[in-house]
C-alpha cells in the first residue's frame, strides 16, 4: 500500500501548479511552461477550447426568445449575474455562473460576477487596456493611504512592453504621463461625432484628451491570430481568435510546448503547506463532478483563481502555522477590497452630421484618460485620486421605431432613415483601499461541495461619492462646452463588483506585517507560492486593471524560475 501512495504522489507531482485558467492564470501557464516547467493548471469549472463556442455565428432570430432569457432564469438561475443589465442573454448566459450553485451573502449588496469555465472571464472581459504610470503606484505613500507598493512603474514598464507586444493592443499614442503610452497596433477609428468632440475638447479644456480605447482586439493579424471582423459578438467568444483570451491566445501557446497539462472541474479548497520545509508542497481539490477530495503536489504554485476566488483559497488554507489563513499574520488578509465605482455621466444629441453614417460595429468606445488631481493645477479639494471616462458617439439604431406609430411604407421609409446622432460619456472611478472594506469565510453558509462560502462587507465611503457628483458634472461640462444639445447628466447606481474589476484581499507591500505579498509577488512566510491576480493589488487607480495583472504575472514568473534554477525555492 506504501509503494501505491508513493506512485500515485509521483503522478500528482508536477514542477508547477496554477490555480485558475483566466486572465493572469493563462499567462502563468504559458510563461511556466515556456521556461521548461512541467505545469498543471487547475480549473473549477469545465474544459472550454478556442472555437468552442456555440452561439458564435448565430443571428438573434436563431436564438431561443429572440435572445432574452425568461424572467423565471434571472431571478433564480442568474439573480446575481443579471444585475449587469447587459450579460446575461441566450447568447452568453453559459459563460456566467450559476448563483444558485454559487451562493455568498451580502452583509452589503455586492454584485459578484463570475465565469467558471477554462478561461474564465477572458472569454467575457471588457478588453480595455491601459497602464498604470509613477502616479498611481506612489500615491498611497504620497497621502498617508493604506500601505506604500512595494515597486514603481520602471519595475513593471518592462513588462507592459513584453504582455503588450504578445497580447495586441490597438490603441494611439498620446504621450500623457498619467496614462503612459504602450506597444500598439494601428487604432481603431473614431467616427466623425467623436472627432469632432475631439478637437473641441482639446480647444476648451487644457489636459483633457478624447481618444480611442486602447483595447485588446487585433487590428492586423498578429501572433497566428486573425483581425477583428467588426461584428461586436465578442462576449460570444471570437472564433478568428481577434480578442485576447486564454482559450485563443495564451493556452494555445502553453500546450505547444509539451509541458501544458490541464484539469477541469477542479475545484481547489486548500494549498498544502509543511511547516517544516517552510513551504507550499501543493494542493487539495474537490472534483466538481464525483465530489472525490484530490491531492496535487509540485515545487511552485502559482494562486491565480480571481481576486475573491485566491483570497477564499488563502482564507481556507488553515494550518497550526497559519490558523487564520495561509500567509495571514497580518491580519490583512480579506482586507482592502476595491472595485471602480462607475455608472456615472452625461449624454447628449448632436446635430449637424445627419448626412454621415459608419461602418460596421467598432468592439470598443472612446476613452477620457484622468485629468484630476494629477497636478497643482487640477488639484480638488473634495476628493482625492481621479476617474477616466469611456463612452462615444452613435445614431440611434433602427429598433427606436418599436414604439412610433406608423406601419406600413411610413414604418419602411423611417426604417431606412438613420437615427439622430447621440454622444454620451461614463465615468470610472478610483476607489481608496479601506480597512473595513473586506471578506470573510462564512462557515455557516456553504456551497454544493460542502465548502465555506464568503460574506461580502464592502461599500463605496465619501471620497467615492464627491468623486461620483465631479463625474457626472465634469462629464456634462465637455458636452456642453462642445455645443451638443439636451445635455444630460444620469446616475445609474453602483456598488462593488458591478465594475468586474474586484482588487485586494491579499495585497502587495514593504513590510510583512501590513501585507500579504511581497514585491515579487510571493507570500510572506511561503516563498514559492505566489499571487499575481487582483487580489495582489495594493490600490485600484482608475485605469482598468487586467494588463497589469498580466505584467505582474510574467515578472513573477520569471522571478520564479530564475529562483528555482538557484535553488532558492
Not at 153 to 169: L, N, Q
Request: charged content about 25%; glycine content about 10%; hydrophobic content about 35%.
Amino acid at each position: 500500500m506504501a509503494n501505491l501512495n508513493i506512485k500515485s504522489k509521483e503522478e500528482n507531482t508536477y514542477d508547477a501548479i496554477v490555480i485558475g485558467s483566466g486572465i493572469s492564470g493563462g499567462w502563468a501557464a504559458k510563461e511556466l511552461c515556456q521556461k521548461g516547467l512541467k505545469t498543471l493548471v487547475l480549473e473549477r469549472g469545465r474544459d472550454v477550447k478556442h472555437g468552442d463556442y456555440p452561439t458564435a455565428n448565430m443571428e438573434y432570430w436563431d436564438l431561443p426568445f429572440r435572445d432574452r432569457v425568461p424572467q423565471k432564469e434571472l431571478d433564480t438561475t442568474y439573480r446575481v449575474q443579471s444585475r449587469t443589465g447587459w450579460a446575461i442573454n441566450q447568447a452568453t448566459k453559459h459563460w456566467f455562473v450559476d448563483d444558485e450553485e454559487h451562493p455568498y451573502t451580502e452583509k452589503k449588496r455586492f454584485d459578484w460576477i463570475r465565469g467558471y469555465q477554462v478561461g474564465g472571464r477572458s472569454l467575457i472581459w471588457g478588453r480595455h487596456c491601459y497602464r498604470w504610470s509613477e502616479m498611481d503606484f506612489t500615491a498611497n505613500e504620497r497621502e498617508g493611504i493604506a500601505t506604500p507598493w512595494p515597486i514603481g512603474y520602471k519595475d513593471i514598464e518592462p513588462w507592459y512592453d513584453y504582455v503588450e507586444r504578445f497580447v495586441g493592443i490597438a490603441g494611439m499614442k498620446e504621450g500623457l504621463a498619467q496614462c503612459p503610452d504602450g506597444q500598439f497596433l494601428p487604432p481603431l477609428p473614431m467616427n466623425c461625432v467623436e472627432k469632432d468632440f475631439r478637437e473641441k475638447v482639446a480647444k476648451h479644456f487644457d489636459g483633457r484628451v478624447i481618444t480611442i480605447g486602447r483595447v485588446a482586439h487585433l487590428t492586423q493579424p498578429h501572433n497566428g491570430r486573425g483581425k477583428c471582423q467588426n461584428r461586436n459578438r465578442c462576449m460570444r467568444g471570437c472564433p478568428f481568435g481577434a480578442y485576447f483570451s486564454s482559450n485563443s491566445a495564451t493556452i494555445p501557446v502553453a500546450m505547444a510546448t509539451g509541458n501544458f497539462t490541464i484539469r477541469p472541474h477542479s475545484i481547489v479548497h486548500e494549498i498544502i503547506y509543511d511547516k517544516d520545509k517552510k513551504k507550499a508542497i501543493g494542493v487539495r481539490i474537490t472534483d466538481a463532478l464525483s465530489k472525490e477530495t484530490k491531492e496535487y503536489f509540485s515545487r511552485i504554485i502559482f494562486c491565480n483563481a480571481s481576486t475573491l476566488g485566491s483570497t477564499q483559497i488563502l482564507m481556507n488554507s488553515k494550518s497550526e502555522r497559519f490558523p487564520n489563513g495561509l500567509g495571514n499574520d497580518s491580519d490583512v488578509l480579506g482586507r482592502y477590497i476595491m472595485d471602480h465605482h462607475f455608472r456615472y455621466g452625461a449624454s447628449a444629441n448632436v446635430e449637424g452630421f445627419e448626412s454621415v453614417y459608419y461602418k460596421g460595429r467598432r468592439p470598443t468606445e472612446c476613452y477620457v484618460p484622468r485629468f484630476r488631481n494629477i497636478d497643482k493645477k487640477s488639484e480638488r479639494k473634495d476628493y482625492i485620486r481621479g476617474f477616466g471616462f469611456q463612452g462615444g458617439a452613435s445614431r440611434a439604431p433602427w429598433w427606436r421605431l418599436v414604439s412610433e406609430y406608423t406601419y406600413g411604407a411610413d414604418l419602411k421609409e423611417a426604417a431606412l432613415q438613420p437615427g439622430n446622432w447621440n454622444i454620451g460619456l461614463m465615468g470610472f472611478g478610483e476607489t481608496l483601499p479601506y480597512e473595513d472594506n473586506r471578506v470573510t469565510l462564512n462557515e455557516d453558509k456553504r456551497d454544493k461541495w460542502g465548502l465555506p462560502t464568503l460574506n461580502m462587507d464592502v461599500e463605496y465611503k465619501e471620497n467615492e461619492k464627491a468623486m461620483k457628483k465631479d463625474m457626472m458634472e465634469s462629464a456634462a461640462e465637455m458636452l456642453d462646452a462642445a455645443g451638443y444639445k439636451d445635455v444630460d447628466t444620469w446616475d445609474m447606481g453602483s456598488w462593488p463588483g458591478l465594475g468586474i474589476h474586484e482588487m485586494g484581499g491579499a495585497r502587495m507591500g514593504k513590510d510583512s506585517k501590513t501585507s500579504v505579498l511581497n514585491k515579487n509577488n510571493q507570500v510572506h512566510g511561503v516563498p514559492n507560492l505566489f499571487i499575481t491576480d487582483g487580489s495582489c493589488m495594493t490600490s485600484s487607480a482608475c485605469q482598468n486593471p487586467s494588463i497589469t495583472y498580466m505584467a505582474l504575472t510574467a515578472r513573477a514568473c520569471d522571478f520564479a524560475v530564475k529562483e528555482l534554477k538557484k535553488q532558492n525555492l
